[in-house]
């Protein structure tokens, strides 16, 4: 599975080998065992720089690229952690603005799965868990000026919930993902599937830290509402405690004042959004300052793989001769709108999809009917995938069906640009085989 990767270097490739024997946390749901990890390592958690901590359904990844950008642009060293990977293990750690190395990253692994197999019995830790331990140990090891920290799956209990007192937490968009985990029945949890979306997401939420986020359906923001209430955090929410127009730039204000900051190279209303969100983190919290200035030179430079991203020159790109290939992750309806959104009122694009089997196949062709003028199923690497009849009955267009994307390119007409979506697998797959590494 490509959640465990594989790795050139030798010493990388034997951890990740044992990292991938691992099995994953089903049925188990808590933080005893990160905890009892991270305990053996000399708790790391409670000996970072200032960590910024963001979760989301659609939009935390892009957000911490923001954060991240912003903040270097002041001058500031940060670590950062983002998943998943999607070409090399090595993205998922940061260390003071660089991917990991090949060496140290051996080293790390080898050191947290020797603690991990050292824990008592029942305390098995999965891949989520040392990945968190070692990302985190890491940090603690090398001076930074900030942490930023992306949550995996939900929030509440996912295995980088482990901050007693963050700089700040934000929240991304909500939307409806990741059912098996997220909506697994539990006594005292909302009924309203946004709702319980949201009750996981806020479960990051510390007392007196500040809470930051986006605005939601009204069952959702209620549940945000009332954990922060609970928790004792200082909710600011977009639309009371802050806010942000989206047009020829971004129009932020909040209690402290107006700025206009510029929209983002990244492509999509959703990432001047995201870029908003971060900027209202910045604004909200005391630990490092970051001046309007960093704030819009941090906006321009960002860059975020997978996310509606324009494939530059390589060899995959080389077999669509001049037209437009664009590679976007997005599985789920949410980023289906966004996608949707940036394609409205331009030419029809040829989709090539490739998507698990246990995501919704018209997550993405609903929202873009009327944008598509075919569609090529192709496997997402290394996992159960929708097969080509999933599809065809969300969509009137003829489905055809490929054993990779270099195929599917190929047999493309000439006229029409290309979007390539439905799975991270696939946009990592596609990003090594144009030889476009995340760096």
């Given at each position: 599975m490509r959640d465990f990767a594989t790795s050139d270097h030798p010493g990388v490739a034997r951890q990740l080998a044992r990292l991938g024997a691992l099995s994953l946390p089903q049925g188990r749901l808590g933080l005893d065992v990160i905890h009892a990890l991270l305990g053996a390592l000399g708790d790391p958690q409670n000996h970072l720089p200032p960590v910024f901590h963001v979760a989301g359904t659609n939009g935390k990844g892009s957000t911490c690229a923001y954060l991240r950008a912003m903040m270097e642009a002041q001058g500031l060293t940060v670590h950062s952690a983002t998943k998943p990977h999607l070409v090399r293990y090595n993205e998922r750690i940061r260390i003071a603005g660089r991917l990991i190395e090949d060496e140290a990253l051996a080293s790390l692994l080898a050191e947290v799965?020797?603690?991990?197999?050292?824990?008592?019995a029942g305390y098995g830790a999965s891949f989520f868990e040392v990945t968190t331990a070692a990302l985190l140990l890491a940090f603690s090891r090398t001076p930074a000026d900030?942490?930023?920290?992306?949550?995996?799956?939900?929030?509440?209990?996912?295995?980088?919930?482990?901050?007693?007192?963050?700089?700040v937490t934000g929240i991304a968009t909500l939307g409806i993902d990741h059912e098996a985990f997220l909506l697994s029945p539990e006594d005292g949890t909302p009924p309203v599937p946004i709702a319980r979306i949201a009750f996981e997401k806020a479960g990051i939420a510390r007392a007196s830290v500040p809470l930051v986020t986006q605005p939601y359906p009204?069952?959702?923001?209620?549940?945000?509402?009332?954990?922060?209430?609970?928790?004792?955090?200082?909710?600011?929410?977009?639309?009371?405690?802050?806010d942000a127009a989206i047009g020829d730039v971004i129009g932020y204000r909040d209690s402290w004042g107006d700025m206009t900051l510029p929209l983002p190279t990244l492509v999509g209303q959703h990432q001047a959004d995201n870029a908003a969100l971060a900027v209202a983190m910045l604004?909200?919290?005391?630990?490092?300052?970051?001046?309007?200035?960093?704030?819009?030179?941090?906006?321009?430079?960002?860059?975020?793989?997978?996310?509606?991203?324009?494939?530059?020159?390589?060899?995959?790109?080389?077999?669509?001769?001049?037209?437009?290939?664009?590679?976007?992750?997005?599985?789920?309806?949410?980023?289906?709108?966004?996608?949707?959104?940036?394609?409205?009122?331009?030419?029809?694009?040829?989709?090539?999809?490739?998507?698990?089997?246990?995501?919704?196949?018209?997550?993405?062709?609903?929202?873009?009917?009327?944008?598509?003028?075919?569609?090529?199923?192709?496997?997402?690497?290394?996992?159960?995938a929708h097969r080509p009849e999933d599809f065809a009955s969300h969509t009137d267009l003829l489905v055809a069906a490929f054993d990779d994307v270099t195929q599917a390119l190929a047999d493309l007409p000439p006229e029409g640009d290309v979007l390539i979506a439905g799975s991270l697998y696939l946009a990592g797959e596609v990003l090594r085989l144009n030889q476009e590494f995340p760096d």
């Open positions: 799965l020797d603690a991990a197999e050292a824990l008592p900030a942490c930023v920290i992306e949550v995996g799956l939900g929030g509440r209990l996912d295995a980088t919930n482990v901050f007693e007192s963050p700089a009204h069952e959702a923001a209620e549940e945000v509402r009332r954990i922060a209430r609970l928790t004792g955090a200082r909710l600011s929410m977009r639309g009371e405690g802050w604004r909200h919290q005391n630990a490092v300052h970051v001046s309007p200035q960093a704030m819009a030179r941090g906006i321009r430079e960002t860059r975020w793989p997978a996310r509606l991203q324009r494939l530059g020159t390589g060899p995959l790109t080389d077999l669509a001769g001049p037209r437009t290939i664009w590679l976007d992750g997005g599985h789920n309806p949410d980023a289906g709108m966004a996608i949707a959104r940036h394609f409205a009122g331009k030419p029809a694009v040829h989709l090539i999809i490739g998507m698990l089997a246990n995501k919704d196949p018209a997550a993405l062709l609903r929202p873009l009917a009327p944008s598509l003028r075919s569609v090529s199923v192709v496997p997402a690497p290394g996992h159960d």
